[in-house]
């Protein structure tokens, strides 16, 4: 009764103060005319011209450019050695060093596929659906003659950053995105399966969704209704659906979790699972991953802002709230459920709450953020307890129901929250330079339309890549390879020497 009180009084004052600062959200939103700072940078009303004279080309502010280099790094620390550590300590420890070889591996592989051809197929004009080959080998970008770098758009107009710095930042989210499938099938798929899945999957599924959601030709370009109706027909096919995803909630999450899933079901459930502990090993380097997840995060959602501004304040801020919310929430749920709060419990709800509040992050106020972050703790719970029994398969990690559940919740949530009603940021017209209002019934379909886009695409795509591997060079190890271990099999090594 003692523990039920105090989990209630927890939940109670949680859900107390988000609904406080909701309201207080919603009761100062004000029509677009009388917005005095947007929560997009830069986005005023153009100043009047005396006489019409070319603009001077735009200089990348150095604030924004450290700010995105820092960011970068601090993806790269999510991968290597946040991600790997995490899922490391949660596997047995004969296959420890496999899961790190793995998610070592497919950054490396997926950052060079980004170099050859992959940013150029994500970030290039091409159609609604893929980019083209004007960036393979990221040729144009330096100019050898003059020693000058191209600049890429950010979100506000006559304000860039190099694009070597746009190219390194997504280069991150596409590897960890790849690295993040690994998860569901873990202890029993082939090395060079993986890679070579990883390859593919990464051509097939990671970049027509990232050019899908995330390519637009800039604010630049939007300087009247028909320039913005000439830029938007060059956008990704749900950009110009007017698709809300800050930082990878369909890109990356429900793109990865699906692919995951897809894999658990093909390749099979581990010898003895169900019947055998299957325990994590080492909670403690679990721990150490998950917190270096979330430091990394900030680099994740705060540096989608592109610029060092506002916008990726709020986004910092509403990643370290969110976070924090969905861990008590997955802990009590835990503490109501199975009678102890664990610290594995912990870590899975600070990873829900990243995941959830990922897509959202720039787009609503803190309120939004608090909601969308105890929701995710409680959802995901569910996902990687009840969900995971319904439906069968062994996704090892619980991707799907981390990344998967989470990201479909929160890109959902961001129709919701991104409202002024309910103290959310609205979105930024371009064409007059003023910040508008969504409608929730609107938006919220707009966010099932890409959610529903990525789980089948990804899902197909996955099924196909899968059968391929699986025809060439086959899925997974031997069965005495799997029982010994793929640290030994696989690698000739060992993660510990006792």
């Not at 110009?240 to 909630?249: H, R, S, T, V, Y």
Request: hydrophobic letters at 55%; a negative charge; aromatic letters at 12%.
């Amino acid at each position: 009764m003692k523990r039920f009180l105090v989990v209630f009084m927890l939940l109670a004052a949680l859900c107390g103060f988000s609904a406080a600062t909701y309201a207080e959200e919603a009761a100062s939103a004000v029509p677009a005319a009388t917005v005095a700072a947007p929560a997009v940078d830069a986005v005023a009303p153009a100043p009047a011209a005396a006489a019409p004279e070319a603009a001077p080309a735009p200089v990348p502010n150095k604030g924004d450019v450290s700010w995105m280099l820092t960011a970068t790094l601090l993806v790269i620390l999510m991968s290597i050695p946040g991600l790997a550590l995490f899922y490391g300590g949660l596997v047995r420890s004969k296959n420890m060093l496999s899961m790190l070889m793995q998610v070592f591996s497919i950054f490396a592989l997926i950052t060079v596929l980004w170099a050859l051809y992959g940013y150029s197929l994500a970030f290039t004009t091409g159609n609604a659906f893929i980019g083209g080959f004007d960036r393979v080998l990221l040729k144009g970008i330096f100019d050898p003659a003059t020693g000058a770098v191209a600049n890429a758009a950010t979100f506000s107009k006559g304000v860039v950053i190099p694009e070597f710095a746009f190219v390194a930042f997504q280069a991150t989210f596409a590897a960890i995105t790849v690295a993040l499938v690994v998860g569901a099938f873990a202890e029993r798929m082939k090395f060079a399966a993986v890679l070579l899945f990883s390859a593919l999957w990464f051509t097939f599924a990671y970049l027509p969704i990232a050019h899908m959601v995330w390519f637009w030709a800039g604010p630049d370009a939007y300087t009247d209704q028909a320039a913005a109706d000439a830029a938007n027909a060059t956008a990704g096919w749900l950009f110009q659906k007017g698709a809300l995803d800050f930082a990878g909630g369909t890109v990356v999450h429900i793109n990865a979790a699906v692919a995951g899933l897809v894999g658990a079901f093909l390749i099979g459930k581990r010898i003895g699972y169900g019947k055998e502990a299957m325990t994590p090993h080492n909670l403690v380097m679990t721990m150490i991953g998950a917190s270096l997840l979330w430091v990394g995060w900030f680099g994740f959602n705060a540096g989608s802002a592109l610029e060092a501004g506002g916008t990726a304040t709020l986004a910092f801020a509403n990643t370290l709230i969110a976070t924090a919310a969905a861990v008590l929430t997955w802990l009590a749920s835990e503490w109501l459920l199975k009678g102890k709060p664990s610290l594995l419990g912990a870590a899975s709800g600070a990873v829900a709450g990243l995941v959830a509040i990922t897509p959202a992050c720039g787009w609503v106020g803190i309120g939004g953020g608090l909601v969308i972050g105890a929701l995710a703790g409680v959802v995901c719970f569910w996902g990687v307890t009840g969900l995971k029994k319904l439906l069968g398969a062994d996704d090892a990690l619980d991707v799907f129901g981390i990344h998967g559940i989470g990201g479909i919740l929160g890109a959902l949530l961001t129709g919701v929250f991104n409202t002024w009603s309910m103290g959310g940021t609205g979105i930024v017209d371009y064409v007059n330079n003023a910040i508008v209002d969504t409608t929730i019934s609107g938006q919220v379909w707009i966010q099932a339309q890409a959610v529903l886009t990525t789980i089948v695409w990804s899902g197909v795509v996955a099924f196909i890549c899968y059968k391929i591997v699986d025809l060439t060079i086959g899925l997974r190890v031997k069965e005495e390879d799997e029982r010994e271990g793929l640290d030994t099999t696989s690698h000739g090594e060992r993660a510990y020497n006792l």
